[in-house]
T-cell receptor, first 112, second 116 residues
Framework: GENVEQHPSTLSVQEGDSAVIKCTYS??????FPWYKQELGKRPQLIID?????GEKKDQRIAVTLNKTAKHFSLHITETQPEDSAVYFC???????????FGTGTRLQVFP | GAVVSQHPSRVICKSGTSVKIECRSL??????MFWYRQFPKQSLMLMAT?????????EQGVEKDKFLINHASLTLSTLTVTSAHPEDSSFYIC????????????FGSGTRLTVV
């Protein structure tokens, strides 16, 4: 089955700096790659997603890139703000099973 | 947008008792529901997939007799933790596959289960 690895596990940045989180996946059939932000005790909140027919997608300060050949995708947050502090998860799914498999998570801390 | 209502949000039960968690899709038909478990400071681990009208499929290592899943209608899926033990204490969350408008996943708000 699908296995999603995520790095780093923790990331501390200064306000205004950029943050990059990277994920790799194992199942070549995976074709949908969402990123979630989760605050303590809350449901995951979708912040951006990308499908396998696209290499990059941007939404204001957030961007995601996908390299299907290498089976990895990355989240880029620019001009970070303290309110960006949370745990971020990448995930992958494929149209055969629709199972959404999560990465191990990254705790992002943005210091003022 | 699509909404999944999950209840209860918190539950405390005694060891050996059973607890039922409900997830309802409020404005769409959830033909497929996924159930996850999340321990503190860990990721969401997929437990099982339920499809309306058929038996749930469980991930490796998840006891199907302990975690009973019922998906009797297109708007309701339930997870029952039977004979709960302290090690079952966790955050349980459901996720419905939404395909009506755009392919994606809608999460319930989660249930914090504490077994004492």
């Amino acid at each position: 089955g699908e296995n999603v690895e995520q790095h780093p596990s923790t990331l501390s940045v200064q306000e205004g700096d950029s943050a990059v989180i990277k994920c790799t996946y194992s199942d070549s059939a995976s074709n949908y790659f969402p990123w979630y932000k989760q605050e303590l005790g809350k449901r995951p909140q979708l912040i951006i997603d990308i499908r396998s027919n696209v290499g990059e997608k941007k939404d204001q300060r957030i961007a995601v890139t996908l390299n299907k050949t290498a089976k990895h995708f990355s989240l880029h947050i620019t001009e970070t703000q303290p309110e960006d502090s949370a745990v971020y998860f990448c995930a992958a799914s494929n149209e055969n099973t629709d199972k959404l498999i999560f990465g191990t998570g990254t705790r992002l801390q943005v210091f003022p | 947008g699509a909404v999944v209502s999950q209840h209860p949000s918190r539950v405390i039960c005694k060891s050996g008792t059973s607890v039922k968690i409900e997830c309802r899709s409020l404005d769409f038909q959830a033909t497929t529901m996924f159930w996850y478990r999340q321990f503190p400071k860990q990721s969401l681990m997929l437990m099982a997939t339920s499809n309306e009208g058929s038996k749930a499929t469980y991930e490796q290592g998840v006891e199907k007799d302990k975690f009973l899943i019922n998906h009797a209608s297109l708007t309701l899926s339930t997870l029952t933790v039977t004979s709960a033990h302290p090690e079952d204490s966790s955050f349980y969350i459901c996720s419905a596959l939404t395909t009506a408008t755009l392919y994606g996943y809608t999460f319930g708000s989660g249930t914090r289960l504490t077994v004492v």
